[in-house]
Each structure stands twice: as C-alpha cells, then as structure tokens.
C-alpha cells in the first residue's frame, strides 16, 4: 500500500468535513479528506435542508447558526450555486387559538433575541405560502430562515477542494489513528498509511464509537430521522415550514407562557409506541416536496419503518390537503447526532496534541460552515470568529445519555 503525507487529514466527508478541508485549504494547507464510503453519505446526504433560525435558542446555538447562514453568500460567490441555497424565510403554522397564542409569543421573544420572525394572520400566511388550507388561522414568518440542497452543497465544495488540490479518498475506512507519545501522527486506513501533523475527526453520527478507540468519551448519540418525498407538483412554494406538532420537541417553546403539550400533540400520535413527529415540509427547485420527520433513538438504524412512514403520511394527509392524493416518490431515513446540549464538540481534547474534534452537529446546514472556519483557527492559530468556550470538547466529561433529548 502506498504511504502518503498531508498537513492535515479529515476523516468524514459530510458538511463539517468538507467545510473545514474546504477553509483549510484556503488557508494554504495540504488536505486529504477520508470518507468510508462516498461524500455526504449520511446526514448530510438525507437531510430537509433547512437552515433555520426560528428555533435556535439564544446564545451560542442561535450565534453558531447566524454566522454559518452569514458565510454562505461567500461561499457561493466563490464556488457557485450549484446547491439551491434561497433565503427565503421560515415559518411554523398554526391550526387553532391556543396554537396561535403561542406562536404569537415565540415571535416577540424571538424579536427580543435580534431574530427577524413575526406572527401573521391566516390570509398572509396563505399568501406568503399558497399551499398552506383555509384552516391554517396563522404563522409566524422568519425572513432569515433559509434552505439549500445539502448533499449537492457537499459534493460542490468537493468538487471546488478536489479542482485546487486537495485530496478525497471516498471508500476509504480508517482503521487507526496513529500516535506517538501524546500526539498524533497520521492515520491507518484501509488503502494504507497517511502521514499528518493533524487530524481533524468530523464523523457525525458514528463519533463515539470513532473516538472510544482513542480513550475519548464523548456522549454523541445517533437520532434516527425518516422522511420521504413525492414526485414533481404543479403548486410552488418558497418558505421552509414547520408544523405544530414539531414544537414540543423545542425548549424554547415549551417554556412559553401559554405552552401547553396538548396543543401540539394530535390524535393521530395517540398510538405511536416509538416516535416523535418533527412536522416540517418545503419543496426543491425540481418542485417535489420532502416531508418528515418521524424521529426515535434506535442506535445504528438507517432504515425507514411502516410506523415512521406511516406516520408521516397521515399527519401530513390530514395538516396540508393539497398533498393528501400526490404521488410519493420515496421514503429513507437517517442518523443524526445528537448531544446533551444540542451544541456540537469543536475543539482538541486534552493529551493528545494534533487532534481537532469537529462533531456533534444536530443542526449541521447552519453550523457546518462556521465549523469549518473554527477548525481553521484551531489548527493555523488564526483568531475564531465566535468564542470557543461553548463548544469545549470536554464539558460533558463522563456524562452518558439514555433518554430523549428536547432541543
């Protein structure tokens, strides 16, 4: 097998790892990005595409969005926009009073955060989204909420890092991380050695068992998403949108005054004995329309199931009429990662000098890139653009997660 050399080696070819081996290579660095199997084989390759501030909460989730939305003009301005990036708002949609009542709520405290979001009445929210029913009495729109095609804005900046240099082994397993004393000197992989001064480790789903093999506990879990989509549609619309029955997953909105579970629970969930619905929709370019997102915790499973689906199906059958008879298309799920605090881990984990942990990325559309440029500052010395404390790769040392996690 031949031995190779880089400055740096990423291992994980999803949003992160290409965002940082995208901004290292900027930086004027050697990379070689590993991937076990092709780019934006898991998350990155199945997800809605939102890129949503709606629902960050204030503070380092909400400034971690914000500024990976910001780099995104830049980034098209340099590669193209071959990935459908639109900022053309957000809005969640509301079937009742009581519902309305707390949007309205969420739209002053999120106005008080700085976030550009404001509650509308039903003929509005119709008109800013025509395929939304009489029976929608409200919404509130964010005009900063905004979408893109995730797995082609992976392969984009693939296809930018590769036409400059950099290196891409798709289908190329890690079978080590090599070190020598208290650092890291390269990695093992399934077609031989790579020798690097650093290591970035942006694995997604798959980190904590990436990571036990070095003595690394972090308390990443997989959170297994399905969704599907229908065929091409006559009806367009640009928003990205989120149902009721998404918010109890959301602290921020289970804190509200007027907050009550039954409001945004349907009898349709009565019977689910493993799922959460996560109710949003949008529509590609290509004007098909994906639909999810059933959401539970079953470990390492990527597959769809009858109840996720079937889930799905219904509630959107009975919440947006206009879908109730279109075609289906496909259904797939995902694993997402998860961490106690919905915050990723960015950052170089004690006693081993050369490694960058980038992982953890519940919200990866918005926080990839920005991720890229704070690995950038992690392994040049460049000053990071947001302050680092919160992301400390350290700051859940020991804890395990077992139960659901409420963003």
């Given at each position: 097998?031949?031995?190779?050399?880089?400055?740096?080696?990423v291992i994980g070819g999803g949003i992160v790892g290409m965002s940082a081996a995208y901004f290292l290579q900027r930086a004027g660095l050697a990379v070689t990005v590993v991937e076990r199997e092709h780019l934006a084989f898991g998350a990155s390759g199945r997800n809605a595409g939102f890129i949503w501030l709606s629902l960050r909460t204030p503070g380092p989730q909400l400034d971690l969005a914000r500024a990976g939305l910001a780099l995104y003009p830049g980034i098209v301005d340099d590669i193209g926009d071959s990935f459908e990036f639109r900022q053309h708002g957000g809005m969640i949609y509301a079937f009742n009073d009581g519902q309305m009542q707390v949007l309205k709520e969420l739209a002053a405290a999120r106005q008080a955060d700085g976030v550009r979001m404001r509650a509308v009445d039903g003929q509005e929210a119709r008109a800013l989204c025509p395929i939304l029913p009489d029976s929608v009495v409200g919404a509130t729109f964010c005009e900063e909420d905004a979408q893109l095609h995730t797995p082609k804005f992976v392969e984009a900046l693939g296809a930018a890092f590769a036409s400059r240099g950099g290196t891409i082994r798709p289908g190329t397993a890690v079978t080590a991380v090599?070190?020598?004393?208290?650092?890291?000197?390269?990695?093992?992989?399934?077609?031989?050695?790579?020798?690097?001064?650093?290591?970035?480790?942006?694995?997604?789903?798959?980190?904590?068992?990436?990571?036990?093999?070095?003595?690394?506990?972090?308390?990443?879990?997989?959170?297994?998403?399905?969704?599907?989509?229908?065929?091409p549609i006559a009806e367009r619309f640009r928003p990205v949108l989120y149902g009721p029955l998404a918010l109890k997953q959301y602290t921020l909105i289970r804190d509200l005054p007027s907050y009550r579970d039954d409001l945004f629970r349907s009898p349709s969930e009565a019977s689910l004995t493993n799922v959460e619905l996560l109710e949003c929709f949008c529509q590609r370019q290509d004007s098909t329309v994906l639909m999810g997102c059933a959401m539970d915790y079953p470990g390492y499973v990527d597959t769809s199931t009858l109840e996720g689906v079937g889930i799905t199906g219904k509630v959107f059958a009975e919440h947006i009429p206009k879908l109730r008879d279109v075609a289906l298309d496909r259904a797939w799920a995902c694993m997402l990662p998860s961490t106690p605090d919905s915050l990723p881990y960015i950052g170089r984990p004690a006693g081993l000098d050369g490694l960058v942990i980038a992982a953890g990325h519940v919200f990866g559309n918005a926080a990839g890139p920005i991720t890229g440029r704070l690995v950038e500052g992690l392994v040049t010395g460049a000053e990071p653009p947001l302050d680092m404390a919160p992301f400390e790769v350290s700051r859940h040392a020991d804890l395990a997660v077992d139960g659901a996690v409420r963003w």
């Amino acid at each position: 097998m031949t031995r190779s050399t880089a400055d740096v080696i990423v291992i994980g070819g999803g949003i992160v790892g290409m965002s940082a081996a995208y901004f290292l290579q900027r930086a004027g660095l050697a990379v070689t990005v590993v991937e076990r199997e092709h780019l934006a084989f898991g998350a990155s390759g199945r997800n809605a595409g939102f890129i949503w501030l709606s629902l960050r909460t204030p503070g380092p989730q909400l400034d971690l969005a914000r500024a990976g939305l910001a780099l995104y003009p830049g980034i098209v301005d340099d590669i193209g926009d071959s990935f459908e990036f639109r900022q053309h708002g957000g809005m969640i949609y509301a079937f009742n009073d009581g519902q309305m009542q707390v949007l309205k709520e969420l739209a002053a405290a999120r106005q008080a955060d700085g976030v550009r979001m404001r509650a509308v009445d039903g003929q509005e929210a119709r008109a800013l989204c025509p395929i939304l029913p009489d029976s929608v009495v409200g919404a509130t729109f964010c005009e900063e909420d905004a979408q893109l095609h995730t797995p082609k804005f992976v392969e984009a900046l693939g296809a930018a890092f590769a036409s400059r240099g950099g290196t891409i082994r798709p289908g190329t397993a890690v079978t080590a991380v090599r070190r020598e004393g208290g650092r890291v000197i390269g990695v093992d992989t399934s077609a031989g050695p790579i020798d690097a001064e650093t290591v970035v480790v942006a694995t997604g789903a798959w980190t904590a068992p990436f990571l036990a093999d070095l003595d690394i506990a972090l308390p990443v879990r997989p959170m297994r998403l399905q969704a599907m989509s229908t065929v091409p549609i006559a009806e367009r619309f640009r928003p990205v949108l989120y149902g009721p029955l998404a918010l109890k997953q959301y602290t921020l909105i289970r804190d509200l005054p007027s907050y009550r579970d039954d409001l945004f629970r349907s009898p349709s969930e009565a019977s689910l004995t493993n799922v959460e619905l996560l109710e949003c929709f949008c529509q590609r370019q290509d004007s098909t329309v994906l639909m999810g997102c059933a959401m539970d915790y079953p470990g390492y499973v990527d597959t769809s199931t009858l109840e996720g689906v079937g889930i799905t199906g219904k509630v959107f059958a009975e919440h947006i009429p206009k879908l109730r008879d279109v075609a289906l298309d496909r259904a797939w799920a995902c694993m997402l990662p998860s961490t106690p605090d919905s915050l990723p881990y960015i950052g170089r984990p004690a006693g081993l000098d050369g490694l960058v942990i980038a992982a953890g990325h519940v919200f990866g559309n918005a926080a990839g890139p920005i991720t890229g440029r704070l690995v950038e500052g992690l392994v040049t010395g460049a000053e990071p653009p947001l302050d680092m404390a919160p992301f400390e790769v350290s700051r859940h040392a020991d804890l395990a997660v077992d139960g659901a996690v409420r963003w």
